[in-house]
């Protein structure tokens, strides 16, 4: 069963000129649960290389490891499921590619997207933006920010694990953990810390407070 407390999305060019292995290693030396190798801008050859090296890592330290989007790139790299936005091959699909025990994730940001989604039989959610952010272009107003109401209703809505994403870090963590969201998934409040372990470690028990509170 997979613990959804820090669930780190991997991005090298939110890194600091520091290699996305480097900061993967960090991540689970500070209790990283879940890692998505996102890394947008790489060519598929690319991702596929750092892939395969956080495979090794991930699965010797018994982490989750997550493709975003490529179902091809997961299955080439034995990754333990995908990650799937609006713009990518259905839930369905994916499934039947990756076969029964994959983990597949689905992005949402509506209620009724949400239940679509475990209807189709996603594993879990990745909900957001909570909150503005700059990691992605079409989300970087507070216009686009879902807020903590949503998640709720959100979480309220379904049977399985949500995760909070968006404009996270540790001075909001414990909040999203409060309204109800299994875990947090970050990309600069690991990757663009001057101690990426610490930073993990500090998300892990952020949320674990607020979720007692």
Same mark, same amino acid.
Not at 64 to 78: G, M, S, T, Y
Not at 176 to 193: L, R
């Given at each position: 069963?997979?613990?959804?407390? =820090?669930?780190?999305?991997?991005?090298?060019?939110?890194?600091? @000129?520091? %290699? !996305?292995?480097?900061?993967?290693?960090?991540?689970?030396?500070? *209790?990283?649960?879940?890692?998505?190798?996102?890394?947008?801008?790489?060519?598929?050859?690319?991702?596929?290389?750092? #892939?395969?090296?956080?495979?090794?890592?991930?699965?010797?330290?018994?982490?989750?490891?997550?493709?975003?989007?490529?179902? %091809?790139?997961?299955?080439?790299? @034995?990754?333990? *499921? $995908?990650?799937?936005?609006?713009?990518?091959? +259905?839930?369905?699909?994916?499934?039947?590619?990756? #076969? *029964?025990?994959?983990?597949?994730?689905?992005?949402?940001?509506?209620?009724?997207?949400?239940?679509?989604?475990?209807?189709? #039989?996603?594993?879990?959610?990745? =909900? #957001?933006?909570?909150?503005? !952010?700059?990691?992605?272009?079409?989300?970087?107003?507070?216009?686009?920010?879902?807020?903590?109401?949503?998640?709720?209703?959100?979480?309220?809505?379904?049977?399985? +694990? $949500? $995760?909070?994403?968006?404009?996270?870090?540790?001075?909001?963590?414990?909040?999203?953990?409060?309204?109800?969201?299994?875990? $947090?998934?970050?990309? !600069?409040?690991?990757?663009?810390?001057?101690? +990426?372990?610490?930073?993990?470690?500090?998300?892990?028990?952020?949320?674990?407070?607020?979720?007692? %509170?």
């Amino acid at each position: 069963m997979t613990n959804w407390d =820090v669930y780190l999305v991997t991005q090298g060019s939110l890194s600091r @000129d520091r %290699d !996305t292995r480097e900061i993967v290693q960090a991540a689970i030396d500070g *209790g990283v649960d879940v890692v998505q190798l996102r890394e947008k801008g790489m060519s598929a050859r690319e991702r596929y290389e750092i #892939g395969m090296d956080l495979r090794e890592m991930t699965r010797e330290a018994s982490v989750a490891l997550l493709v975003n989007d490529r179902v %091809d790139i997961a299955q080439a790299i @034995d990754a333990d *499921g $995908v990650h799937l936005g609006d713009e990518d091959v +259905p839930v369905e699909v994916a499934r039947e590619l990756l #076969g *029964g025990d994959a983990i597949v994730g689905r992005s949402v940001s509506f209620v009724e997207d949400a239940r679509a989604a475990q209807r189709a #039989g996603a594993d879990y959610l990745g =909900v #957001g933006a909570i909150y503005a !952010t700059g990691s992605k272009d079409d989300i970087d107003d507070e216009e686009y920010a879902i807020g903590l109401d949503r998640l709720e209703s959100i979480v309220g809505a379904v049977d399985i +694990p $949500v $995760v909070g994403i968006g404009g996270v870090d540790a001075s909001n963590a414990d909040k999203v953990a409060a309204a109800g969201a299994d875990g $947090v998934a970050v990309i !600069t409040a690991i990757t663009g810390t001057d101690d +990426p372990e610490a930073a993990t470690r500090e998300l892990g028990a952020v949320v674990r407070d607020g979720r007692t %509170d």
